[in-house]
């Protein structure tokens, strides 16, 4: 099975408005840590957000926050007011229990139109 | 404070010939990931290590693939006898030894002709 799950291959968006990034996982594990990262064509991986297991409130940077929902294991990324610079590919990422390594999702590639 | 830094950035080799990938973690990290990432894939995990020791390799192909972080330099990932489908991007990431976040480096493209 699939540890992370990204359903969307490719989201459009228009500039200033809101989207909403899927990403669902899958563990036993009771402490576990959940990252988004954000990859343009430049191909860097740059750290967005980090949501720990524990954390009783959604992880928020900026015009990124996390809506965590542990029940149905989903950690969807919602980026606000779109900026054409967002257009890159976005990957949730897991770290589970005592493990330091990071799984990764098959990503979501963003396209910010004017 | 330098980030984690590759080079090369960009390595083209021919099929049967040796690709060494070097890494230099953040300063005061002594934590090191190695990553591939596939064409349209996400990356995946390979190797991680402390330094003169390596302490998961469950992501690593068995054979000719190796990797080493010594007590002085940088972390070195060695691919012998590469073949096209060796071609990726690998990127590194390294934490200090209390804090598990990763910080990652801009990767090396690997292209095998």
């Known amino acids: 099975a699939q540890k992370i799950t990204q359903t969307q291959p490719g989201m459009f968006v228009q500039e200033k408005e809101a989207v909403t990034l899927d990403c669902t996982y899958d563990?036993?594990?009771?402490?576990?840590?959940l990252f988004w990262y954000k990859q343009p064509s430049s191909g860097e991986m740059i750290f967005l957000i980090y949501?720990?297991?524990?954390?009783?409130q959604n992880a928020t940077e900026g015009r990124y926050s996390l809506n965590f929902q542990k029940a149905r294991k989903s950690a969807n990324l919602v980026i606000s007011a779109s900026q054409l610079g967002d257009s890159a590919m976005y990957f949730c990422?897991?770290?589970?229990?005592?493990?330091?390594?990071?799984?990764f999702g098959k990503g979501t590639m963003l396209l910010v139109s004017p | 404070n330098a980030g984690v830094m590759q080079n090369p950035r960009h390595l083209v080799r021919r099929r049967g010939q040796e690709a060494r990938l070097r890494c230099s973690p953040m300063?005061?990290?002594?934590?090191v990931y190695w990553y591939r990432q596939l064409p349209e894939e996400g990356l995946k995990f390979m190797v991680y290590?402390?330094?003169?020791?390596?302490?998961?390799e469950s992501g690593m192909p068995k054979e000719r693939f190796s990797a080493e972080f010594p007590k002085e330099g940088p972390s070195i990932l060695r691919i012998q006898q590469v073949v096209r489908g060796d071609s990726a991007a690998y990127f590194c990431?390294?934490?200090?030894?209390?804090?598990?976040?990763?910080?990652f480096g801009p990767g090396t493209r690997l292209t095998v002709l």
């Open positions: 990431a390294s934490s200090p030894p209390i804090d598990n976040e990763q910080f």
């Open positions: 563990t036993s594990d009771q402490s576990y840590g």
């Open positions: 949501q720990g297991s524990y954390d009783e």
């Open positions: 990422a897991m770290r589970e229990g005592g493990y330091s390594t990071l799984t």
């Open positions: 300063k005061g990290h002594s934590h």
């Open positions: 290590l402390q330094k003169e020791n390596i302490i998961d």
